[in-house]
């Protein structure tokens, strides 16, 4: 399948065009950045979260009026065509802070009705990075070198494998996650936690990781993402046969998938 095809999906274009416009809207930060905090006091939201949020919702509110629309900073709006745009201003907003360079601009779309995704834009502004898939269509990358169709990496050996994960806000969530790191660390290669689960899942898609597990994720964080990962060869689940969801998500090549869960499963991940 070729680019040309998967770009001609009126939805994901219009996804790519607010992604690019909303990471141009970030890199122009202004020096106060307005910082709240939300669940705990490390779980922080800026100004630009807001006005991120909120130029989005515009734009597709103009463009697709009668879709749904659900945003991390608190966009919840029900729709009447059975799709809804799944949407974080940015996923990473720490790293946002602190100038870190992996955060970006999600946008995923779903069919309400069965639940499956889409569509997905996952834009990373400092690398001018944008990561796409449709549904059925493959996944690209597209960057100021060029156009790459993306691929999982062939790692099919656990212990051989570069794993990414994330960690939770609330201590009590830390903790827990910390014991089962303990456990699925000397089974990998090595362990990333780059701070922002859209991005990760597109290096996995990338081939740069070869998975990617955390619990407590929310449906903004992965709506793009995932499915990104999916269409370049990832096999994704939640632990103990369930979907991927706020227990858990797992995202990995095929050959390695099961054993991870197994890990996960044994030493309950999926609990506090």
């Not at 990471?23 to 800026?46: C, M, Y």
Request: hydrophobic fraction near 40%.
């Amino acid at each position: 399948m070729s680019l040309a095809n998967l770009t001609s999906d009126p939805n994901l274009a219009l996804a790519m065009s607010i992604a690019k416009s909303t990471g141009e809207l970030l890199l122009d930060r202004p020096s106060d950045l307005g910082i709240q905090t939300k669940s705990t006091a490390t779980d922080v939201v800026t100004l630009m979260d807001q006005r991120a949020e909120a130029f989005i919702v515009g734009e597709l509110t103009k463009h697709r009026p009668e879709d749904a629309i659900l945003g991390e900073e608190g966009a919840n709006k029900p729709g009447s065509s059975g799709m809804q745009w799944v949407i974080d201003p940015i996923d990473g907003t720490v790293n946002y802070l602190h100038k870190v360079p992996h955060w970006c601009v999600s946008i995923g779309l779903k069919d309400e009705n069965s639940g499956q995704a889409l569509a997905g834009v996952v834009y990373v502004p400092i690398l001018d990075q944008m990561y796409i898939s449709s549904r059925g269509l493959g996944a690209w990358v597209i960057e100021p070198s060029g156009t790459r169709k993306l691929q999982v990496s062939e790692c099919n050996e656990l212990s051989q494998a570069l794993m990414g994960t994330g960690f939770g806000y609330a201590s009590s969530r830390r903790a827990s996650q910390a014991r089962v790191l303990q456990q699925v660390l000397p089974k990998v290669a090595d362990i990333r936690r780059l701070g922002s689960c859209a991005v990760d899942l597109c290096l996995v898609a990338e081939g740069v990781l070869d998975g990617y597990y955390e619990r407590g994720v929310n449906a903004w964080d992965h709506a793009a993402g995932e499915l990104i990962a999916r269409e370049a060869g990832a096999v994704s689940s939640g632990l103990f046969g369930n979907q991927i969801g706020e227990d858990m998500i797992v995202v990995t090549t095929p050959a390695i998938h099961a054993e991870l869960i197994a890990i996960l499963e044994t030493h309950n991940a999926d609990k506090d």
